[in-house]
């Protein structure tokens, strides 16, 4: 196999735009083989991507956090932390995001795709975030030539392929982004690295991919 061909990366809530076009513009895009690696083994850890995205809203950036049961989330196997779904939190969030985007031109099209994630119950976040990223690789067209599957024990020195893990973070992200029509631009002026979501639905999953592949 063609080590290049594979990228190591953390598991993320509707990662952002940041998060694919990492993966799709490192070695692996040229590469033969295409194969994602999620980081199962790791511990979980708080104040990243993996339970919360950010969206556009027309009072700005917002961000939707998914509830997790309470503990030492910390110090927790990221497979072993628990959402909390005795917590009402999957309608309202859909609903802020049929506010956000529900005059995107392609929320229609795509909104059934996403609306089961906010009325169906998954017990465990990673599972939740697993089913995610297999939606949106088939969105874009991906699914058939870019396989998933995940880490068998934790290794701190990733030697098969391209190390990602913790290279997308809130605190640590590249605003350098290109341009593209936002449903809220013309009063928060654009928005750069939102969730996938933000770009799904206001570009579709055609040109998003063309978007992610772009340097």
């Known amino acids: 196999m063609n080590l ?6 953390d598991n993320q809530f509707f990662p952002p735009i940041s998060y694919f ?3 799709l513009q490192s070695p692996l895009q040229k590469a033969s083989i295409k194969r994602i690696i999620l980081e199962k083994n790791e511990h979980f850890q708080k104040g990243t991507y993996r339970n919360r995205c950010h969206i ?3 009072q700005g950036i917002h961000v939707l956090s998914v509830p997790l049961k309470k503990g030492k989330n910390q110090q927790q196997k990221i497979t072993d932390v628990q959402i909390a779904n005795d917590v009402n939190w999957q309608r309202p969030m859909w609903r802020t995001l049929q506010t956000a985007y529900g005059n995107a031109p392609f929320w229609e099209h795509y909104a059934p795709i996403f609306e089961p994630y906010f009325s169906q119950n998954v017990d465990f976040l990673f599972d939740y975030n697993s089913q995610i990223i297999h939606t949106i690789l088939k969105i874009l067209k991906l699914d058939k030539s870019v396989s998933i599957s995940f880490s068998h024990t934790y290794e701190p020195i990733f030697t098969e392929g391209v190390d990602l893990r913790n290279s ?3 605190k640590s992200d590249d605003k350098n982004h290109t341009r593209y029509a936002q449903v809220f631009e013309d009063r928060n002026g654009f928005l750069p690295n939102l969730s996938i979501l933000d770009l799904i639905f ?3 999953g055609k040109q998003a991919l063309d978007y992610l592949q772009k340097p």
């Open 56 to 58: 556009a809203t027309a």
């Open 21 to 23: 076009k990492s993966i």
């Open 202 to 204: 206001c570009c579709g």
């Open 168 to 170: 997308i973070k809130p």
């Open 4 to 9: 290049q061909s594979t990228v190591l990366i």
